[in-house]
T-cell receptor
Framework: EAGVTQFPSHSVIEKGQTVTLRCDPISGHDNLYWYRRVMGKEIKFLLHFVKESKQDESGMPNNRFLAERTGGTYSTLKVQPAELEDSGVYFC????????????FGSGTRLTVV | GDSVTQMEGPVTLSEEAFLTINCTYT??????LFWYVQYPGEGLQLLLKATKADDKGSNKGFEATYRKETTSFHLEKGSVQVSDSAVYFCALSGGSQGNLIFGKGTKLSVKP
């Protein structure tokens, strides 16, 4: 089966611009997660979708971040306007059930805000 | 809240050396424990897991045992290879939906 696909793999934008990251989960995986690793720090949970519904968005840092999952398929994460501290690697992951047994991650999108 | 602490890197070893990467955790309840690995230029891959106390996870020569009494899940490999060079992350599943809580990661470099 195809894995979790994320694009772009890299994005460099200026402060104040908008960026949209996309994640295509494994087909049939209802659970989709977004995580972020800021340079030198832990990978941190951002939010969790079950199908098209946001199950938990407690990790979203502020209202400049907007995540959607239209039709319960792919998901987008928009940052508007981007700030310098948003730089990092954004990972998406998916699982068939709730992720207590682990889930499959994508390769990540490296976002650099200059 | 729940947390994971793993040894700071980087760790540099010679090929065939023994590897230990320490990981301890703080959690309410009984989380599942994981080791993920990120090879250069790639995404996170699940290396091994353990879902209850005294379980041993193993994969590709790596092992880790879920020790409830010491709240630890140390990663070990008896003989590392250059191809094991990567960043290793210890994690636990927290919350009601299995969200992962990660350690900071340990970068391993293996020299020939």
């Amino acid at each position: 089966e195809a894995g979790v696909t994320q694009f772009p793999s890299h994005s460099v934008i200026e402060k104040g611009q908008t960026v949209t990251l996309r994640c295509d989960p494994i087909s049939g995986h209802d659970n989709l997660y977004w995580y972020r690793r800021v340079m030198g720090k832990e990978i941190k949970f951002l939010l969790h979708f079950v199908k098209e519904s946001k199950q938990d968005e407690s990790g979203m840092p502020n209202n400049r971040f907007l995540a959607e999952r239209t039709g319960g398929t792919y998901s987008t994460l928009k940052v508007q306007p981007a700030e310098l501290e948003d730089s990092g690697v954004y990972f998406c992951a998916s699982s068939r059930g709730a992720g207590f047994s682990g889930y499959t991650f994508g390769s990540g999108t490296r976002l650099t805000v200059v | 809240g729940d947390s994971v602490t793993q040894m700071e890197g980087p760790v540099t070893l010679s090929e065939e050396a023994f590897l230990t990467i320490n990981c301890t955790y703080t959690a309410t309840g009984y989380p599942s424990l994981f080791w993920y690995v990120q090879y250069p230029g790639e995404g996170l891959q699940l290396l091994l897991k353990a879902t209850k106390a005294d379980d041993k996870g193993s994969n590709k020569g790596f092992e880790a045992t879920y020790r409830k009494e010491t709240t630890s899940f140390h990663l070990e490999k008896g003989s590392v290879q250059v191809s094991d060079s990567a960043v290793y992350f210890c994690a636990l599943s927290g919350g009601s939906q299995g969200n992962l809580i990660f350690g900071k990661g340990t970068k391993l470099s293996v020299k020939p």
